[in-house]
């Protein structure tokens, strides 16, 4: 059946181990090891207020927040990643930061409210599936 899960959660978005290669004031940039790619995490909302209380530290280039993990160069993350089809003419790769599995299912949630069900199956296997790989 974990395979039958695997096709489940590659329609929705992949949790996948990540190592931040770049901290800027309001970003960070992710390297994604098993596809190879690095892709650009925005940690601002549309306004350009800073999510999570983050705050960016510039004496040592990091993100620090009191409730969630420091973001820093050749940091470990969890990312969620997942084709964004807002726009189908032009379809992007999105890559979120995961914090823990309750942030994932959220982000589930508003990716996508029909399909909810599907992330209750076989959403603790893959985190802690993602939590083994760090």
């Not at 959660?9 to 181990?17: A, M, T």
């Not at 004496?59 to 420091?70: D, E, G, N, Q, R």
């Not at 508003?110 to 992330?119: A, H, L, S």
Request: proline share 1%; with cysteine; aromatic share 8%.
């Amino acid at each position: 059946s974990n395979k039958k899960n695997k096709n489940k959660w590659r329609e929705l978005g992949e949790i996948e181990f990540a190592i931040i290669t770049k901290v800027s004031a309001k970003s960070v940039n992710v390297l994604i090891p098993r596809y190879g790619i690095e892709g650009f995490v925005s940690m601002a909302d549309k306004k350009g207020k800073l999510i999570y209380g983050y705050s960016y530290d510039d004496s040592t280039k990091s993100l620090v927040s009191a409730s969630k993990p420091k973001l820093q160069v050749f940091g470990e993350v969890n990312v969620l990643i997942y084709v964004d089809e807002s726009n189908l003419a032009e379809l992007s790769v999105t890559i979120e930061i995961c914090y823990d599995d309750s942030d994932f299912k959220k982000k589930a949630n508003q990716k996508n409210e029909k399909k909810e069900d599907i992330w209750e199956s076989g959403l603790k296997d893959v985190v802690t599936h993602a939590q083994e790989q760090q």
